[in-house]
């Protein structure tokens, strides 16, 4: 069965430090993985995705994420943390062996920057 | 684009109403999905349809039906509203089977009292 964990429910970080949110994956052959981001009230935004090449994916707002195969994550970065990057952030995985599109999500990661 | 819209913003039942929640996209997307948002369960899928005329359940059906008669609306029925309901509801939609990101719209905040 798919699954998506998010080991930490939330990560603090100060502003202008790198940033870091941890995701790792199971699924059946390769995967499709996403990052989301919501932030309050609102409905969820893409981030990134990887679905093949190169394992450093780059997204929206600096924000990138490396595919790592053999240690099954997908690790979601910014060089530099900003206070409007705080918000709610989703990983999520879809197996290429399924028949259907249906994401798994993560629990979510909530990340804080402070000032 | 207005993307995918979702009415109402917010609403409260009792105990055994019924209410649908209005879902919309003008992408033109053959895939759409619902999914509620639980705090700290992140989110879960409860129906989807891979185009007009199709739909299948996902992880929570249990209490919900849904309804596809075309491209572009989908449709939440919850027929006997219970306090388990109560929850936040997204509508996301896309266009290709796997690789394609999600559209999430704006959520329907949803308290059963």
């Known amino acids: 069965a798919q699954s998506v964990a998010q080991p930490e429910d939330q990560v603090n970080v100060a502003e202008g430090n790198p940033l870091t949110v941890k995701c790792t994956y199971s699924?059946?052959?390769?995967?499709?993985l996403f990052w989301y981001v919501q932030y309050p009230n609102r409905g969820l935004q893409f981030l990134l995705k990887?679905?093949?090449?190169?394992?450093l994916v780059k997204g929206s707002y600096g924000f990138e994420a490396e595919f790592n195969k053999s240690q099954t994550s997908f690790h979601l970065k910014k060089p530099s943390a900003l206070v409007s990057d705080s918000a709610l952030y989703f990983c999520?995985?879809?197996?290429?062996?399924?028949?259907?599109?249906?994401?798994?999500f993560g629990t979510g990661t909530r990340l804080q920057v402070f000032p | 684009n207005a993307g995918v819209t979702q009415t109402p913003k917010f609403r409260i039942l009792k105990i055994g109403q019924s209410m649908t929640l209005q879902c919309t996209q003008d992408?033109?997307?053959?895939?759409m999905y619902w999914y509620r948002q639980d705090p700290g369960m992140g989110l879960k899928l409860i129906y989807y349809?891979?185009?007009?005329?199709?739909?299948d359940k996902g992880e929570v059906p249990n209490g919900y039906n849904v309804s596809r008669s075309t491209t572009e609306d989908f449709p939440l029925r919850l027929e006997l509203a219970a306090p388990s309901q109560t929850s936040v509801y997204f509508c996301?939609?896309?266009?290709?089977?796997?690789?394609?990101?999600?559209?999430f719209g704006p959520g329907t905040r949803l308290t059963v009292t």
């Open positions: 992408m033109n997307h053959n895939y």
């Open positions: 990887y679905i093949t090449g190169d394992n």
């Open positions: 996301a939609s896309t266009a290709r089977s796997g690789r394609d990101e999600q559209y």
């Open positions: 349809s891979v185009g007009a005329g199709i739909t």
């Open positions: 999520a995985v879809r197996g290429r062996s399924y028949n259907t599109d249906k994401l798994i």
């Open positions: 699924v059946s052959g390769n995967p499709y």
